[in-house]
């Protein structure tokens, strides 16, 4: 299975709305390789870190090699 791009894994986090709000608006939005034990526990290639422009919620999702969403909280 090949890792997707940072990039990529970027646009996947912009593509899902504030789970406070369900706006697709961030005010800010970072997007880092996953700790070994993420990726040894749930599977997560990405942890994409996103503070919405609406209503300032911070969430944290995990997007895995394939680029689907493992976790959010």
Known sequence: MAKISRERAE???????CSHCKEYSYRRLS???AA???????GA??????TCGVCDHTEEIGIA?????VYAS
């Open 11 to 17: 646009r996947i986090a912009k593509a899902h709305a």
């Open 31 to 33: 997007v880092k390789p």
């Open 36 to 42: 070994k034990a993420i990726k040894d526990e749930l």
């Open 45 to 50: 290639a990405w942890v994409a870190t996103k």
């Open 65 to 69: 090699a394939d680029g689907d969403i």
